[in-house]
């Protein structure tokens, strides 16, 4: 929840228990201004979040009103959106008399190698070593291949690594400092902090002249979603972040600026699941980490969805309104989104509308959002089709951009299709129903014949392009063979 506290000029961090002041300017990203207090373990190895070597963990809220250490990647977190936040750096697992743990399995299995990639590592593990479903999983496992092949003996989610990369090669002794992994010991001050709330968000005005170019910036996080709406009324041309997992790309990279920033990732209107008997509601700050987590399956199609999303270090700030809000073409969430029947919660100072997602791309990164209008939430309409599908093709199973992505969410009742909704991305300049393969579906027995007519017609729908992803050619024949997949996996599994 939001602190109803006086907005003040310097964000003010806690650093492995000490307080740092932050006073810009804006565009900073936390990697820079840890390096700049000295602690530097984090490095800088890619710029855009792919690699990991810049992780830290940051104390954030739990559904259950308790605290979780969260991995995120520091090159892309703007350094003021961690204004009355808590963060736990490399340096600051130890205490004065020993290793931690992570680090000392770590040290002993061989798994620094040359060692720059190792702080980033270490966190993403410390993260998952405190998660506090781990024991369960732990429980659950049988022998050195447990739960679904991604956990270790010990429950660790070796998945929790996924957006870590290490240039040596040597994933093997990281895998095995991983599973050797214990429980905290009593008396773990880290584990300890879990029980309490974390830091509420502070209310963050910082407004600073960037020195090498003479130029000023702003960023705010205002307290309530009527305050940030104010604003974008009245400054239309100020840039809304939420995780920034898009936007510090464009500043890592391409030396981007903004005047103006409005932080809404923490506003609570914005946040939490809310459920109807007409629908789900998600709320867009959420992230897709704490989705997944508290959906938990009950919407299958977006649990098919979220662990093929970048990786997990991704996941941990970008929130699903925000990857809605780019209007990108080759984005994970709207293929799924659009076999879901999802509507948008449009809201401004004047009010609010729903949008149907079918509607509401108009042009390559275009949309019909007015100026002053917020994303601020995603509807799911009830009750969901119970065959459903996500295919993303791409050139690396995880953490990799989609060539085509696919959602599928088919009605079938006694051997006739009575619903088919087929979203696609990445096959035109915005994302998109196969209308054309749904009519021809709909009404039809379910029956390979049917199916490998149908596959023509989605052949052609979309308007596919080279590029380095992929060719069209490619494209066009991963669309037909993709519902002949979806048929073949749903046979499979009667």
Same mark, same amino acid.
């Given at each position: ?6 907005? @003040? ?17 804006? /565009? ?31 104390? +954030? ?8 250490? =969260? ?11 961690l204004d009355g936040q808590e963060v736990i750096t490399a340096e600051g697992l130890a205490?004065? %008399? ?14 620094? &190698? ?19 479903? +781990? ?23 070796? /998945?929790?690594?996924?957006?870590? $990369? ?40 910082? /407004? #600073?002249?960037?020195?090498? =170019? ?6 705010? +996080? ?12 009245? !400054? ?32 609570? !209107?914005?946040?939490?699941?809310? @459920? ?9 700050? /959420?992230?897709?980490? !704490?989705?997944?987590? %508290? $959906? ?68 390559? #990164? ?54 088919? @909704? ?10 998109? #129903?196969?209308?054309?393969? %749904?009519? $021809? ?15 023509? =017609? ?20 991963? $669309? ?9 996996? &749903?046979?499979?599994?009667r």
């Open positions: 929840m939001s602190a109803p506290t006086t907005q @003040r000029s310097t964000a003010q961090i806690s650093v492995n228990s000490s307080v740092h002041e932050f006073d810009g300017p804006p /565009h900073t990203n936390a990697l820079d201004f840890l390096r700049g207090a000295g602690l530097t373990a984090a490095k800088e190895g890619c710029a855009e979040g792919e690699c990991g070597a810049c992780a830290i963990m940051v104390a +954030r809220p739990d559904a259950d009103g308790t605290t979780r250490w =969260t991995s995120v990647n520091s090159c892309l977190l703007p350094a003021a959106a205490d004065s %008399e020993s290793f931690h743990p992570v680090q000392e399995e770590m040290a002993v299995r061989g798994g620094s &190698q040359c060692g720059y990639c190792t702080p980033g590592f270490i966190c993403s593990m410390a993260a998952e070593y405190y998660r506090p479903e +781990r024991a369960d999983d732990a429980a659950a496992a049988t022998g050195s291949d447990a739960v679904d092949h991604h956990c270790g003996p010990n429950g660790f989610d070796i /998945h929790s690594l996924s957006g870590n $990369l290490c240039r040596c090669t040597g994933y093997r002794p990281i895998r095995d400092a991983a599973y050797a992994l214990g429980q905290p010991e009593p008396g773990d001050t880290i584990a300890a902090r879990r029980e309490n709330p974390a830091p509420a968000s502070a209310s963050t005005d910082i /407004h #600073r002249a960037d020195t090498p =170019t003479g130029e000023t910036g702003r960023f705010r +996080r205002p307290a309530t979603l009527a305050e940030a709406l104010d604003i974008l009324a009245a !400054e239309p041309e100020v840039l809304v972040v939420a995780g920034a997992t898009d936007w510090s790309i464009d500043v890592n990279i391409k030396g981007a600026r903004a005047k103006s920033m409005l932080a809404i990732d923490r506003l609570p !209107e914005l946040r939490g699941i809310r @459920r109807t008997p007409e629908y789900v509601e998600l709320g867009a700050a /959420h992230t897709l980490s !704490e989705l997944e987590r %508290e $959906l938990a399956g009950s919407i299958p199609l977006l649990g098919k969805l979220i662990p093929q999303f970048a990786s997990r270090l991704i996941r941990n700030g970008a929130t699903i309104g925000g990857n809605l809000g780019t209007g990108s073409p080759i984005g994970d969430t709207p293929p799924a989104l659009l076999a879901l029947d999802a509507a948008l919660v449009l809201t401004s100072a004047a009010g609010s509308r729903v949008v149907e997602l079918a509607e509401y791309f108009t042009g390559y #990164r275009q949309t019909v959002r007015e100026a002053g209008e917020l994303i601020t939430a995603i509807r799911i309409p009830l009750p969901l089709s119970p065959m459903t599908s996500f295919q993303k093709i791409a050139k690396r199973r995880f953490d990799d951009i989609s060539s085509v992505a696919i959602g599928y969410a088919v009605r079938v009742e006694q051997g006739i299709v009575t619903k088919a @909704r087929i979203g696609l991305g990445g096959v035109a300049a915005t994302p998109l #129903r196969a209308k054309a393969t %749904e009519a $021809l579906l709909e009404g039809a027995p379910w029956t390979l014949e049917t199916v490998h007519g149908a596959a023509e =017609t989605l052949a052609a729908e979309g308007t596919p392009m080279d590029d380095h992803r992929a060719s069209a050619k490619y494209r066009t024949a991963m $669309l037909r063979s993709s519902l002949e997949r979806f048929y073949a996996e &749903q046979e499979a599994g």
